[in-house]
């Protein structure tokens, strides 16, 4: 049956279970405002988990040590900061259109001159190849990864009939900017071969920024240099479960850490 509609207003439908979300624990509310050092033995013991975090400012991994922070969050948010292989081969598309799909989240998300890379795209595979995407798609695409494969199919195929044969990849960033630009607009195309029409695209489009933004601010990296503290809301077992209390504008509880723009300040 038809799910919710979107931000768009096209009605989208459920596709099973959405992501595993992490359980808030409540439990007493803690006088402490700041930050103790976790007992978790990932933390102290295992081998190479502060190699995950020097990339960030010295606050943030503070704070995802502290016992503001739940274990389980913690353990989500080491995994994310895992460092991404250098030698990722795709799991669910072919090397063409994983090199489509490397050119289009540079061109949505340019990474120029942050502390770290995040390799979008094959984050973005390894969602496909897991199904751990948000339980949604629109009626008019088909499933993930099949609709992904599609997808770069079609930009592949937009990019070959209006240059020369030239693949999505191979485009400079102008060039690529011009075909997402149309696809964002449901221009129409002319691409012997393409698998989607231009409504498709749009959509398919759509997605895609959706998915890459949702995994690039879940990146401790990207939070960190938002200034973001939402992940302090209570330790282990909920011992530190003390919320928030300074919530006026240019306020600061002492755990959470400053942005670079703000120290610079």
Do not use: C
Request: glycine share 8%; proline share 8%; net charge negative.
């Amino acid at each position: 049956m038809p799910g919710p509609p979107s931000a768009s207003g096209r009605s989208l439908r459920r596709l099973g279970s959405a992501a595993s979300l992490v359980p808030n624990h409540a439990g007493p509310i803690s006088d402490s405002r700041s930050p103790k050092a976790s007992k978790d033995p990932r933390l102290a013991d295992a081998p190479g988990i502060d190699s995950h975090l020097t990339f960030l400012d010295a606050d943030y991994p503070a704070l995802i040590r502290s016992d503001r922070v739940s274990e389980q969050l913690r353990r989500e948010l080491l995994d994310r900061a895992r460092p991404d292989d250098p030698d990722y081969r795709p799991q669910t598309m072919t090397a063409a259109q994983f090199a489509a799909l490397r050119a289009l989240v540079d061109r949505v998300i340019p990474q120029d001159g942050a502390p770290v890379r995040i390799d979008l795209a094959a984050r973005l595979d390894r969602m496909m190849a897991t199904s751990e995407g948000n339980g949604w798609r629109y009626e008019a695409l088909p499933t993930d990864p099949e609709a992904y494969n599609r997808g770069l199919d079609t930009l592949n195929a937009v990019a070959g009939a209006g240059h020369a044969g030239r693949t999505f990849a191979e485009l400079s960033g102008a060039e690529r900017d011009r075909i997402l630009e149309a696809a964002a607009a449901e221009e129409p195309f002319d691409a012997p071969g393409a698998p989607f029409d231009a409504a498709q695209l749009a959509l398919w489009f759509e997605e895609v920024r959706s998915d890459a933004a949702r995994l690039y601010v879940a990146h401790p990296a990207t939070m960190a240099r938002l200034g973001y503290s939402g992940i302090a809301n209570g330790g282990a077992a909920g011992a530190a479960f003390a919320g928030f209390e300074r919530i006026g504008l240019g306020e600061r509880e002492p755990f959470e850490p400053a942005t670079k723009a703000e120290t610079a300040a």
